[in-house]
């Protein structure tokens, strides 16, 4: 038996058989939509193979039920590669998710913006990335099934709902290009700088090497950036995750209003 058979023998076990339709995975300060959903919560610490996250902001349970009417697993907290420099860290979650019956998944993360169209307390909608790390969740996998194509790796009908939503719910959401910085530490204002001439809307830490797996796995992708400050240089905040955590909630209400209005849909 795989670590994410036997994760998903345990979870059928409390939670039952039934499909999930959507994952979703939450970002630095996101973490209480999992509150929302009605159903099982799990401890990653309980789930073998699942990452023991550590950083705070994150609440690190996994919840499989029923959220604005559709079955749904949400990943309260991610495992990130600085953590203990694993890119596939999330590895296990998404086959799991995949496991489940999931076909799509939505991943949120805080980000750095690089726009001024797209300020401190905005939703940026990603629909493509770029990855700034290197690193990659594949490395190591030996089957053909590695040679990932990465074309169309955000969605566009999914995309197309998300943009519906926001209008919809009144709420500004703009596209464009993440890039995945490894962190922890935040970025130079040089870095921002070459990475402003690659193309990049916004930086975070996340997202790049789970929309990686998730192709692998055959999900569908989409994610939304919540911008929490301007990227290093190009504002006057000072950069810190103290000041990401507490700039999260702002653009949170935002999302959550507008995945309620996605997953009703
Ligand atoms: N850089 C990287 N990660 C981030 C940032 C940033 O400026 N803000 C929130 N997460």
Redesign the pocket.
Known sequence: MSKSDKVLAQVQARAGHAPVALGLIL??GLGHIADMVEGEAFDYAELEGFPVSAVSGHSAKLVVGQLWGQRVAVFGGRAHYYERGQADAMRVPLELLKALGADRVILT?????FRSDIPPGDLMLISDHINFSGLNPLIGEDTDARFVNMTNAYNAEMRAGLEAAAKAEDIPLKSGTYSW?S?PS??TPAE?NALKILGTD?????TVPEVILARFLGLEAAAIS???????GLGTED?S?A??KN??PIGAAKLEKILRQFIEA
């Open positions: 970002g630095s993360n805080a980000a750095g913006s910085y962190g935040f970025e921002i916004a930086v975070g830490m996340s919540v911008i929490t400050n301007m990227a290093a950069i995750h000041h990401t700039m999260a």
